[in-house]
């Protein structure tokens, strides 16, 4: 079963502007993570939060965890074209497997 | 998409026929993983190992099979018995970091599997 539900399905917005993107899960989690995937491709990680972190930078990324609230968000600042992608939440527990989610595609228009 | 490899990249099969597809890593990663992806959806897990000759079923294992005979290879069967089996197929690998207490999965580029 798929734990994380990402929100919303699509985001289309305009180079330069910022994209966040959500997501909720149901059960107690060790880590939250969050991938990419090129159209056709594998994912590629990008970065990863665990339960008693509440906010991680990487970059132009931002990821926040509101573990009372069982939710993330993925934050990407000034955009740009090559960030389109769908954007994936995966949640880890005490084990090596993830569960992901549906993921959000984000479309950056030049 | 370093370090992980799969083959090939498209793939055809007849209704009735199994078919195999390959996945190699050279991370010296413990565990590997294979995923199946239909459009618009995420990642559903069909099996994984986390050591050499053993394995555990995912949430979608009905239909495939797998082998972990040796650390660098987990490949995947598609059988016949698999009713609706096109689909985008995705093999990973990770090592547990115990620095962090997790892991992250690095993937291959993916095979997409047609049945005609």
């Known amino acids: 079963s798929q734990q994380g539900e990402e929100d919303p399905q699509a985001l289309s917005i305009q180079e330069g502007e910022n994209a966040t993107m959500n997501c909720s899960y149901k059960t107690s989690i060790n880590n939250l993570q969050w991938y990419r995937q090129n159209s056709g491709r594998g994912l590629v990680h990008l970065i990863l939060i665990r339960s008693n972190e509440r906010e991680k930078h990487s970059g132009r990324l931002r990821v926040t965890l509101d573990t009372s609230k069982k939710s993330s968000s993925l934050l990407i600042t000034a955009s740009r074209a090559a960030d389109t992608a769908s954007y994936f939440c995966a949640t880890g527990g005490s084990n090596y497997k993830l569960t992901f989610g549906k993921g959000t595609l984000l479309t950056v228009n030049p | 998409d370093g370090g992980i490899t799969q083959s090939p990249k498209y793939l055809f099969r007849k209704e009735g026929q199994n078919v195999t597809l390959s996945c190699e890593q050279n991370l010296n990663h413990d565990a590997m993983y294979w995923y199946r992806q239909d459009p618009g959806q995420g990642l559903r897990l069909i099996y994984y190992?986390?050591?050499?000759?053993?394995?555990q079923k995912g949430d979608i294992a009905e239909g495939y099979s797998v082998s972990r005979e040796k650390k660098e290879s987990f490949p995947l069967t598609v059988t016949s018995a698999q009713k609706n089996p096109t689909a985008f197929y995705l093999c990973?690998?990770?090592?547990?970091?115990?620095?962090?207490?997790?892991?992250?999965?690095?993937f291959g580029p993916g095979t997409r599997l047609t049945v005609l």
């Open positions: 190992s986390q050591i050499v000759n053993d394995f």
């Open positions: 990973a690998s990770s090592t547990w970091d115990y620095v962090i207490d997790a892991d992250t999965q690095y």
